[in-house]
């Protein structure tokens, strides 16, 4: 196991610079997550990490070792890709193996290795088989076991899910949770899935453009996003952003005249007269009666329910803006009909509208 | 093939299936095109038919131009068989047609790995300049390669046969192609597995292109093994001489045996008719492919 440092990391292509001075510290043993949109320079960071691609400027140091310049396969690292790359003219038990070719040990070690390695993975009434016998669970099983055979320091996993539908995805993020638990070594994981990098992380590093807009534990970025870019991008469906103005009084208008006090954490960030976007998420903002308790009170027309069993959500027209909110399954309101929301004083955000910031 | 009922409650065959070939209706363009390829066809095989007619003639009967030999005879085989030239000669193609496909096995692929894996200055006019040497005919490289032979000691021998052929551009340009396919996880992954860039070309990538390389193994075998102008020129000495240059001493200035001729090209039929009927199904994906990428 080994911690991982990047200090002010630079990538050019060319002219094009695609990261711009990141810094970023990964603790022995930590289960990090790159995430962000296609393009924000996620799988290139990890790439340079594992050596594949050259950085432009900036150290990166595994394990106290800055590794700068030194080849992949001295890096003590391991990958898994996002299409396996497990060979197809080889067995389960060579793709496991390979990684062990050039290694030193004795062959009844390195046999003994893959076997507990595939046995840890479910593998082992598969090892005679060739990769196109087997599922996409099982080639994803294959292709993390060949990453763990060789007991690196550090694992490094690109968007390995993403192939997989649906069911097969959650069933595999479980594996790889508890293989994390079981192992405790340091993980970087890249995802552009919200959902696994919240449910795998001990930490998310969302990133946008090449830049980090922020990190994180899950409930962190969820509860306390630190952009308007982190606050969309966490969270299903995304948080609900509305225009707003600061006012003198520590609160601030919509654009449709309703008054909002300012949550408390913001009070001294706040000026009269700000531009700013006023957040909430679809969970906070709630179908209700009129008069119910809470600090931002809204009226519109339902367009379109999305049911999901215990609860709906429930699309809401507001002049020309779309609202989500959920309401309990057995409360769910009619297309077309007149709904009030309501979301709690500490569940709204704001955001400037210049700087895109959080107000804090 | 899915069996299918259709309205008035008749088995038939399902889509592709025989009943409805049989019942697709015969326009005027199709049977202009059976035609033409009925015609190619026989284009294409009346040649071998006569070869091997008049392998089975006496000479006398050699310009009756009847496709079955009224005394058919083995004489011919048996004369050239026991000729102890033609089993050299073939022994000669064999062996240069074999070396030159394991060469061009080799090179071609590992200069076609190079030029698609690898980014580096000048990759892309290495591969035009490569690529123009299709457009030079071999009449025109023969008299330079006769003069590097010459000035290396290379005539009559078994290495100025061949070196013109060891490495091909349409070799190269087939396998850089065929690496395109090769997706470059696979390569990083060895890279990070501890494997040098050598280990991975041989151990990867090569396994991966498997049919490409059949492919080309095919062509360069067969090319090698039917060619007849640089061998003609560069050798002298009959016991080097390949089949092909070979069998053009049956014919002498006052007399030209035909049968035996015939006897010998359908003899040297036979390894390019086994290596068609082994790896068909290779050549076919390897044009195919190689016209598809790129």
Redesign the interface.
């Known amino acids: 196991m080994a911690d991982v440092s990047i200090r002010q990391i630079y990538k050019q292509y060319g002219s094009v610079e695609v990261i711009h001075g990141l810094d970023l510290e990964i603790a022995d043993g930590e289960f990090v997550v790159l995430v962000g949109p296609s393009g924000c320079g996620k799988s290139t960071m990890l790439r340079m990490i594992a050596g594949l691609e050259e950085i432009s400027g900036g150290e990166i140091a595994i394990g106290g070792r800055v590794v700068n310049h030194v080849e992949p396969k001295d890096r003590n690292i391991a990958m898994v890709f996002q299409n396996y790359a497990i060979y197809p003219h080889m067995t389960v038990y060579k793709n496991i193996g390979f990684g062990l070719r050039t290694s030193r040990l004795p062959q009844a070690d390195k046999d003994r290795r893959i076997r507990d390695t595939a046995k840890i993975l479910g593998l082992t009434d598969l090892l005679e088989r060739r990769p196109s016998q087997l599922s996409g669970g099982q080639r994803q099983r294959v292709a993390m076991g060949r990453a763990m055979v060789r007991q690196p320091a550090v694992f490094l996993f690109d968007e390995p899910l993403s192939n997989l539908d649906a069911q097969l995805r959650a069933q595999m993020r479980l594996e790889i949770k508890k293989l994390h638990q079981a192992m405790g070594t340091t993980i970087v994981f890249v995802t552009h899935d919200q959902v696994e990098a919240m449910t795998l992380a001990d930490r998310i590093v969302i990133m946008k453009d090449g830049y980090i807009q922020q990190m994180g534990t899950p409930t962190e970025v969820y509860e306390h996003p630190a952009t308007m870019f982190a606050a969309r991008f966490i969270g299903s469906p995304s948080m609900n952003m509305l225009p707003a103005t600061g006012t003198a009084d520590a609160a601030v208008t919509l654009a449709g005249g309703a008054r909002v006090p300012a949550p408390p954490s913001v009070n001294g960030a706040l000026q009269a007269d700000q531009a700013l976007f006023l957040g909430v998420r679809p969970d906070h903002l709630l179908v209700t009666e009129p008069g119910a308790p809470g600090a931002l009170h809204l009226e519109g027309t339902v367009s379109v329910i999305e049911p999901l069993g215990p609860e709906a959500l429930v699309y809401v027209t507001i002049g020309d803006r779309e609202l989500v909110a959920k309401a309990p399954a057995h409360k769910t309101p009619e297309v077309g009909a007149s709904v009030h929301l309501t979301a709690a004083g500490e569940a709204v955000h704001l955001f400037d509208a210049q700087t895109e910031r959080a107000l804090c | 093939m899915t069996a299918t009922l259709d309205a008035a409650g008749r088995l038939g065959a399902g889509e592709g299936g025989t009943a409805r070939f049989f019942r697709t209706p015969i326009r005027p363009g199709r049977i202009v095109m059976w035609t033409l390829l009925f015609l190619g066809g026989i284009t294409m095989v009346m040649p071998i038919v006569f070869m091997l007619s008049t392998s089975l003639k006496y000479p006398h009967e050699v310009f009756d131009l009847s496709l079955i030999p009224q005394e058919p005879t083995l004489e011919n085989y048996i004369y050239v068989l026991e000729d102890g030239r033609f089993f050299r000669w073939f022994i000669n193609s064999l062996l240069i047609a074999t070396a030159t496909t394991l060469s061009c096995v080799f090179f071609d692929s590992l200069v076609g790995y190079v030029l698609c894996k690898f980014k580096f200055r000048g990759r892309y006019i290495i591969f035009i300049a490569i690529l123009s040497t299709l457009m030079i005919p071999t009449e025109m490289l023969v008299i330079p390669w006769y003069l590097m032979a010459q000035s290396f000691g290379w005539l009559d021998t078994y290495w100025g046969i061949m070196f013109p052929g060891m490495m091909t551009a349409f070799g190269t340009f087939l396998m850089k192609q065929f690496f395109e396919t090769v997706?470059d996880?696979?390569l990083?992954?060895?890279?990070?597995?501890?494997?040098n860039e050598f280990q991975i070309w041989w151990s990867?990538a090569m396994?991966?292109v498997?049919p490409a390389l059949s492919a080309l193994a095919i062509f360069i075998f067969l090319g090698n093994w039917t060619a007849f102008i640089w061998p003609l020129i560069v050798t002298t000495d009959s016991n080097l001489y390949t089949l092909p240059v070979g069998l053009t001493t049956f014919s002498v200035e006052q007399q030209i045996d035909w049968e035996l001729i015939m006897t010998g090209a359908s003899l040297a039929t036979i390894p390019t008719l086994l290596v068609f009927l082994f790896f068909q199904r290779y050549i076919i994906r390897g044009v195919v492919l190689a016209g598809l990428k790129g």
């Not at chain 2, 990083?188 to 494997?195: P, V």
């Open positions: 997706p996880d696979f990083e992954a060895a890279r990070i597995d501890g494997m990867i396994p991966l498997t």
